[in-house]
């Protein structure tokens, strides 16, 4: 199956920044979009970013104007630019590349952000 390999999570303080990074296979990431998910409540898991194959983007409005999420294609990486950490943004991530037939998913990197 796909390979999602993840990284960048961290202990940080609120206010700080963290980048996470997820690495796919150039057949997955040419084609699949790419998203960042985390726990919600319930422990269903929430839509934080995503972005298509054509660099369309979209974000929760609890993350809008801090988090960035982008890909570069050269790479076959997705990165996540968290600033301005919040102690409610504390959870693991969990890279995600769907297509319209099935969703992969990474192992997720714990995010942890002290008040």
């Known amino acids: ?13 609120a206010g700080g920044s963290l980048r996470l990074s997820c690495a796919a296979s150039r ?15 319930g422990k269903q898991r929430e839509l934080v970013a ?6 369309s983007t979209n ?15 050269a ?12 102690p409610e943004d504390t959870g693991v991530y969990y890279c995600n590349a769907a297509s319209s037939q099935v969703a992969y998913w990474g192992q997720g990197t714990q995010v942890t952000v002290s008040s």
């Open 59 to 73: 974000y929760a409005d609890s993350v809008k104007g801090r988090f960035t999420i982008s890909r570069d294609n």
């Open 75 to 86: 790479k076959n990486t997705l990165y996540l630019q968290m600033n301005s950490l919040k």
């Open 27 to 41: 057949r997955i990431f040419s084609t699949y979009t790419m998203a960042w998910y985390r726990p919600a409540p």
């Open 50 to 55: 995503s972005i298509t194959s054509s660099g």
């Open 1 to 13: 199956q796909v390979q999602l390999v993840e990284s960048g999570g961290g202990l940080v303080q």
